[in-house]
Each structure stands twice: as structure tokens, then as C-alpha cells.
Nanobody, 122 residues
Framework: QVQLVESGGGLVQAGGSLRLSCAASGRTFSMYAMGWFRQAPGKEREFVAAITGSGGSTYYADSVKGRFTISRDNAKNTVYLHMNKMKPEDTAVYYC???????????????WGQGTQVTVSS
């Protein structure tokens, strides 16, 4: 069982930066792939970024490539999402997710956090 708690959401102006954190419970954090998803009002939840357990491979949605960076610190059981050059369309609830297995497409993780609101003003 993995419990995930996000933090770091808030309000930022367009062009600004924000860093989300997700703290995970358990002693096998490095065995889990971690990811971030987001859901904007009236839209379906969408994949944002993912990282393998070792941190050796990362994956990004086309909409955030070059602007967002996912990273992890296995010693702290924490995964991060560094968001730069933010746009109003990045406004959404951001969810941290985890699973033992990672699929580059159509990934549906088994564990989810409660979400954190990110709002980008124009």
C-alpha cells in the first residue's frame, strides 16, 4: 500500500514557475514508478509526466515538454514536478500517482494522491 500527499500548489502568473512535491509512504519507494496527472474543470484527467523507480527514464506529455521537469529523491520518498513558463491552460488540479509498473502510453496507476490546485493567471 502506498499513500501519496501532494503539496506546493497555488496561484502563479503566466510565465512564472511552481514546484509541486509528492511525499510517499512506505519503505519501497524506489520500486515504484511515479507520475503526475492533471484535471482541468470540465475536462478529463490527463497524463503530465512520469519517472521510473530509479529515475533513469522520464516521460512527458507534449503539452509540457520543455517546460516541466519531473524528478525524484528516493532518500526522501518524494517526487517533484518543476513547472516553468507556465500558461493559463496549465490551470488544473494536479495529482500524484504511483504504480509498480509504468507504461509510456495509456498508463493507469494504482495509487493516487488527493490532488493540489494550480492556478495560472493571465
Amino acid at each position: 500500500q502506498v499513500q501519496l500527499v501532494e503539496s506546493g500548489g497555488g496561484l502563479v502568473q503566466a510565465g512564472g514557475s511552481l514546484r509541486l512535491s509528492c511525499a510517499a509512504s512506505g519503505r519501497t519507494f524506489s520500486m515504484y514508478a511515479m507520475g503526475w496527472f492533471r484535471q482541468a474543470p470540465g475536462k478529463e484527467r490527463e497524463f503530465v509526466a512520469a519517472i521510473t523507480g530509479s529515475g533513469g527514464s522520464t516521460y512527458y506529455a507534449d503539452s509540457v515538454k520543455g517546460r516541466f521537469t519531473i524528478s525524484r529523491d528516493n532518500a526522501k520518498n518524494t517526487v517533484y514536478l518543476h513547472m516553468n513558463k507556465m500558461k493559463p491552460e496549465d490551470t488544473a488540479v494536479y495529482y500524484c500517482a504511483a504504480d509498480r509498473y509504468l507504461f509510456p502510453t495509456n498508463w493507469v496507476p494504482g495509487y493516487w494522491g488527493q490532488g493540489t490546485q494550480v492556478t495560472v493567471s493571465s
